[in-house]
């Protein structure tokens, strides 16, 4: 069972028992991330993601990795676009000790310049080890095609420049703003301790601040197209389609539909370009689903001369599935694996708590397993091409790395 509680500032608490582990996870979510950063601070909320971990008031950055160490702890946080994580995995008998390290940096983290302008040099260094993995980056250069000047498209990591612009005041300034409780959300799972709701509301009842930030004006997709001249062995490329924000009624449908797209070895993608036609060593397809907005997206690394033969043979498969559709079998699999994965998932108290927190910050409200199973095995094959139809046939973005930047045949150059 999900309990929901809301403490009198605003600040929410989610959690789930689950009596026959004897783990703990827990995880203070804030809903802040690259979207919410002007140009000038891009990189900001993943910069104060590092520095959480850099000093407190009453313990170094070396004290606090020991506190976790003597406790056989897990702990960690990653920032993403919309947002920042601060998560931790203990065995239950040391639930009180790690919430209370995780309150400690995240109430009384100190900034100490010194370990600002260190810890610039560790991001750019970040940077430019993303920047020398064009396989990632190419993804980077995607969400920024596709999102035109809206904030979504712009680098979790910030760039050189703005991560070496960044001063104590920026810091301080930020958290003051997008660190308040109304959009933070502590989420716990596992082998709780009975008071463990009272002691979470002891901790973070000092949470206090202003307003929960508003959101800016949603990203329209954009078919742009991004290029980036590299001297690699391989061109990495990536299409772009819109797609749904998380919180649609068709989530579960795409999910289904990219699957059978590009999703496991089994897909169109996989035994069409790299099986049947040999032109590919790593191809697949994914959805990103935001809050406004969702990106649907094909990756293939090819040689170098192969960029438009890819291109093609991608958009042959996206039109013949337009055409003809997915087959029952390839549906029912796709549902299988689907709840498969779901089911699995929820064995690990870390999976179930950062379900927990990610539903209750960008969607607010919480299904079981057993209702999104039957939401999955209601989806009708007509759903799932008609949804096909709408997303294969529009307008796609392109990135493309490269050692030439040539621009695939098909695409003009924006």
């Given at each position: ?181 109304e959009n933070v959300v502590i989420a716990v799972a596992g082998n709780l301790p009975d008071d463990f709701l009272e002691e979470i ?106 960029e438009d033969e890819v291109v093609e043979c991608v958009r042959e498969i996206l039109a013949d599935i337009c055409v003809k559709g ?89």
């Amino acid at each position: 069972m999900i309990i929901r509680h809301t403490l009198e500032s605003g600040l929410r608490i989610v959690a789930e028992k689950i009596p026959h582990v004897r783990s703990v996870s827990m995880g203070i979510w804030v809903g802040t991330g690259s979207e919410n950063e002007t140009p000038e601070l891009n990189g900001i909320s993943h910069f104060i993601e590092h520095m959480m971990f850099k000093g407190t008031k009453t313990r170094t950055a070396r004290q606090l990795a020991e506190a976790f160490d003597e406790i056989g702890g897990h702990v960690n946080a990653f920032t993403s676009k919309e947002i920042t994580c601060y998560y931790a995995k203990v065995l239950d008998q040391h639930f009180s000790t790690s919430l209370s390290i995780l309150a400690d940096m995240f109430f009384d983290s100190v900034f100490a310049e010194e370990e600002i302008r260190k810890e610039k040099k560790v991001i750019i260094e970040e940077i430019r080890m993303v920047e020398d993995t064009p396989d990632d980056l190419v993804h980077d250069l995607l969400a920024e095609a596709s999102a035109g000047d809206h904030a979504l498209g712009r680098p979790v990591l910030g760039s050189v420049e703005t991560v070496e612009s960044f001063t104590r005041e920026d810091i301080l300034r930020y958290l003051e703003q997008h660190y308040v409780p109304e959009n933070v959300v502590i989420a716990v799972a596992g082998n709780l301790p009975d008071d463990f709701l009272e002691e979470i509301e002891r901790i973070f009842s000092r949470h206090q601040g202003g307003p929960k930030p508003e959101r800016g004006a949603p990203p329209r997709f954009h078919p742009g197209i991004k290029i980036r001249r590299k001297p690699t062995e391989q061109s990495h490329i990536c299409l772009g389609m819109p797609g749904l924000p998380v919180g649609d009624s068709r989530i579960y449908t795409l999910v289904l539909l990219n699957n059978v797209l590009g999703g496991n070895m089994s897909s169109r993608l996989f035994q069409e370009v790299r099986e049947e036609r040999g032109l590919a060593y790593s191809v697949y397809s994914y959805h990103s689903a935001h809050k406004d907005a969702g990106l649907f997206a094909v990756y293939a690394g090819t040689k170098h001369g192969q960029e438009d033969e890819v291109v093609e043979c991608v958009r042959e498969i996206l039109a013949d599935i337009c055409v003809k559709g997915l087959t029952p079998r390839e549906l029912s699999k796709a549902k299988e694996q689907l709840k498969s994965s779901l089911m699995l998932g929820l064995e690990s108290s870390n999976n179930r708590m950062s379900r927990l927190g990610r539903n209750e910050l960008l969607l607010g409200r919480h299904l079981t397993l057993d209702e999104i199973v039957e939401s999955v095995d209601r989806i009708t094959l007509d759903e799932v091409n008609e949804l096909a139809k709408e997303i294969f046939s529009s307008s796609m973005s392109l990135a493309l790395i490269s050692p030439d930047g040539k621009v695939p045949g098909g695409f003009g150059r924006n």
